[in-house]
């Protein structure tokens, strides 16, 4: 143990969406700060023959539409061009373009999915990766989409689904149940959704949820956060209205404006560190869920299956994710941890979303033996040893200027909501049929068409669910 | 106070009426289930919603609550009920609110309302919104430049006046009507370096016209006043109002919040400068929030305030202060501010005014989840207690301006909650000396 764990009280962790490691830091490296990054020359093919090169000059938004594929169909071509490679070979990271062109992408347009930020557009994410821990070797924990991604950072298994149904009812245990059982308290703090409300072991607890204005940023200046806090970002544009002003999605979930993730990453990091008390006793994480099909050159090494549980592919189903065994993991992601007992560094441990929940554990509950919730939590590495400062850091934290949040557009609050958009629609649907009939939003979730009709969809169910 | 209200006191009958449609209207509990094919219908736009849910065809019955909430909710127009002013009666109008956002952190709305009551008021507005975000270093608040730009006339045929000073009789009430139209700019900022302090100014023009009520059965203001008794009756000079204002507000400690504003008023004549007057306005208002969410925010809906308002009006010798341009406690000011609610609406008016008003809000029932479902909670769930007691006093000269022989007000009554917003309150003001004063007010958003 160190000072730093010692005086542990609160882990937090940011899950951001659909975003690789090299996309958001790769053109970073630098000899000064040699990241397992990008040195220029990476490449993938076309089908026309054509190279596409990785490049960065990746912009806010704009760059990724139509929505770039993120399935298990799509990841495993992603990895290693034919999605029916068995897994346990190793990945060549050669089908970036090829599965981007399946969205109806022209080749040379396809291109557009190699394209990577510059360390100036990040301002936020590169100035605390290169100011505290980066982790270059965190990976998704299965080469899939949004919710069996966030299942693992939630439970430590998808229960072995890789697809994006919107039931994740029997998603348990979770960290939550399982830090309760032993007298500690945690809150999932989110904007406009949660996948977690439809865990039913959670959905009895209001105690479970809280909202990130009202609840969060207020606990923070209160030095009033429980050990374990998990944030989720806004996932929709909305209109506003009423009163209420109009708020940007800041999920970074492509096409959203990154910049609106930049300054949410910004708000929580200045709202712990604003707070003395709270900064000392406080790990900050930040992570994504996964890549969102965009490039990453680094290939996913095995791992563990967390439960022995595997997906099927039904041959007569219109699905097309492979059957797949949970042994590879998915695609790197961007990763950083954040404390003042934590030194400028980089961290080339393997982790995944397990190492989250295997370290909260560790670092909560010390004394507990076999508290892991899967094989997966249990194999985990932990990264409680980066916080190895004796004393507490002073040092002034320069992210650049103040990145304002800036409402959305009219022609993004008119943008046809994506794949994970429309899941959290039918989710709260979902949530909504359970409610008796009289205290239903009356609005028929099926034409819910465009982001800011989701964001009032959402809204009016939340107030409904969490009132 | 019930934030953005607008208020009236009017007849039992029709105030209970529409608070039940109110409640109707807005209740969750009226919804049909997503599948049903009468389901309110979010489609490509607002309006597309609001012909599909209100389409007489077939299922209106069903469809009437759909089509209700479609009725006072749609963008970029929805209808609006509401009144003028205290006094004015039931009305209602409609909105058009357009956004016109722009990718540079500013927030423009354009927006056009209009009310028209049973008893004849009405008002339009026309007003351009902008919030602009400040990413400077010195904006510590991070709060935005605000910009207003507005337009409002209204028409208000028939109000009372009890004289001036605090020691009328309710028994000697006159009316008079007024038009009013104003146009002008407001603009507020977060102060350099502290974020607890905003400041703005307000620079409008203002075209008062003042008069006598030709009713039967009343007695207009011509009938018994003068110049001397009623300063402005004998005419309406146009008037230029500049305000600068700060707003020194802070949350400490989670549960209390600050909000004082701090004014200073030039109302300038510009015609002979006879009614030209300064004035100072001090709003100071505490809020306490005994209720806190573990790991989280108060809770908003749970609050006890006091409010001090202090206001001083300055003419020089030989100048007067309008009438109607002066302040009042009773029931609600011309600006909708409730004062004194046991009293009848502008009952005391009078240059100079000094009230401490206390309120005590709370939703009854406090979220249950899971919880035991039906109509007892159901109706909970929607229902809020409010108990205040005010105590104020109008003066001609600021030097009366002193605790002494305050006129009192206390009551209380029930709010109707849609989410987390009080859509509607009832309740009675008691105490004054002058009967029961029942009073209603109505969230500016419907």
Known sequence: MSAGTDALKHIVVLMMENRSFDHMLGFAKSPAWPINGLTGSENNADSAGGVAQVSNDATYAGDLTPDPGHSGFDSLTQLYGNPNTPVTQNPTMSGFVQSYEGKNVQPQDAHRIMKCFSAQNLPVLTGLAQQFCVCDNWFSSLPGPTFPNRAFMHAATSMGRVDMGIDWSNLSPTIYERLKEHGLDSVIYYHDSTMASTFSGLAGDPGYFGSFDNDFLPACADNDLPPYSFLEPRFANSAGGNGQLAYSASDQHPDHNVREGEALIQTVFKAIWGNLKLRNSTLLVIVYDEHGGTYDHAAPPTTVSPDRKDWTNDPNSADRDPSFDFTRLGVRVPAILISPYIPPRIDHTLYDHASAIATAFKLLLPNVPNINLTQRDKNANTFEGNLSLAQPRTDNIDLGPVIQSQPPTAAELAQPINDHLKALVQQAAMLEQKLPADQRSGIDPSTVQTESQAAAYLSAVDARIHP | ?446
């Not at chain 2, 009430?173 to 370096?193: C, E, L």
């Open chain 2, 1 to 446: 106070m019930l934030r953005g209200e607008c208020r009236w006191r009017s007849k039992w009958v029709s105030a209970v009426a529409l608070a039940g449609c109110l409640f109707i209207f807005l209740s969750p509990a009226k919804a049909q289930t997503p599948s049903s094919s009468s389901t309110a219908v979010t489609g490509t736009t607002d309006w597309d919603q609001w012909k599909r849910n209100c389409s007489l065809f077939h299922d209106f019955g069903q469809k009437f609550f759909s089509c209700a909430t479609s009725t006072f909710t749609a963008r970029p127009f929805h209808f609006l009920a509401q009144t003028v002013v205290p006094g004015s009666g039931v009305g209602g109008g409609g909105r058009y609110s357009v956004d016109l956002n722009a990718k540079n952190g500013t927030q423009n709305q354009l927006q056009a309302t209009s009310v028209v009551t049973i008893r004849g008021f009405w008002y339009a507005e026309l007003k351009f919104s902008s919030q602009h975000a400040i990413t400077a270093d010195w904006n510590k608040s991070g709060e935005s430049l605000g910009l207003n730009l507005f337009v409002r006339n209204r028409s208000l045929p028939n109000l009372p006046f009890y004289g001036l000073g605090s020691n009328t009789n309710v028994n000697n009430a006159v009316r008079y009507k007024q038009r009013d139209t104003s146009a002008g700019i407001q603009v507020t900022t977060p102060f350099p370096d502290v974020s607890w302090l905003s400041a703005g100014g307000t620079i409008e023009g203002l075209w008062p016209e003042v008069g006598g009520v030709s009713a039967t059965n009343v007695i207009s203001i011509q009938q018994e006043d003068t110049e001397q008794t009623a300063p402005g009756l004998a005419t309406q000079p146009p008037f230029v109002h500049e305000q600068i204002f700060l707003n020194p507000h802070a949350r400490f400690l989670t549960r209390f919040e600050l909000n004082y504003k701090v004014a200073y008023n030039f109302y300038q004549d510009a015609s002979t400068g006879h009614y030209s007057f300064r004035r100072l306005e001090i709003n100071a208002e505490h809020r306490f929030y005994p209720q806190k969410k573990k790991y989280g925010g108060v809770i908003e809906q749970n609050y006890f305030s006091v409010l001090w308002r202090y206001s001083v009006s300055d003419a020089s010798a030989g100048h007067a202060v309008p009438f109607y341009l002066q302040e009042t406690i009773g029931g609600s000011d011309i600006d909708n501010q409730p004062s004194l609610p046991a009293f009848k609406d502008y009952r005391f008016r009078g240059p100079d005014l000094m009230t401490v008003q206390t309120e005590y809000d709370r939703k009854i029932c406090d979220v249950c989840e899971p919880c035991k479902k039906g109509l007892i909670r159901t109706v909970c769930d929607h229902l809020g207690l409010v108990l205040d007691y005010d105590a104020g006093k109008v003066a001609l000269r600021d030097s009366d301006l002193d605790f002494s022989g305050m006129h009192q007000s206390f009551g209380g009554g029930i709010s109707i909650y849609l989410a987390k917003d009080v859509v509607f309150r009832m309740a009675v003001g008691l105490g004054g000396g002058e009967g029961t004063h029942p009073y209603f007010n109505v969230a500016n958003f419907l």
